[in-house]
Nanobody
Framework: QVRLQESGPGLVKPSQTLSLTCTVS??????????WTWIRQSSGKALEWFGY???????YYSPSFNGRTSISRDTSKNQFTLQLSSVTPEDTALYYC????????????????WGQGTQVTVSP
């Protein structure tokens, strides 16, 4: 069974870099099947996707975040990480990591597997 678990700080100060880690079990992140992605849900807003890291290590980012996003991985730990720089209070949201079969699934918000989500608040 594929499981994903987010971890990271719940509170970040404005202008800092947010770093979240997703630990995956049940499948290797290098398996030729899934793309590994980060998505968030802000209060009153639609789901927003940051980008993904493919099983081969290639990355693709949503242009919506103007270059503030970086996704990397540690294959020895079966983890992948989101870094979001220059955060503001508008980045306060519930952050999810997920596994998807295609970019289309990511964009429309239908990845196959999701973590439970972690709340991040940006405040002084």
């Amino acid at each position: 069974q594929v499981r994903l678990q987010e971890s990271g700080p719940g509170l970040v100060k404005p202008s800092q870099t947010l770093s979240l880690t997703c630990t995956v079990s049940g499948v290797s992140i290098t398996t030729n099947y899934y793309s590994w992605t980060w998505i968030r849900q802000s209060s009153g807003k639609a789901l927003e996707w940051f980008g993904y890291i493919h099983y081969n290590g290639n990355t693709y980012y949503s242009p919506s975040f103007n270059g503030r996003t970086s996704i990397s991985r540690d294959t020895s730990k079966n983890q992948f990480t989101l870094q979001l720089s220059s955060v503001t209070p508008e980045d306060t949201a519930l952050y999810y990591c997920a596994a998807a079969k295609s970019l289309h699934d990511i964009v429309v918000g239908t990845p196959e597997y999701w973590g439970q989500g972690t709340q991040v608040t940006v405040s002084p």
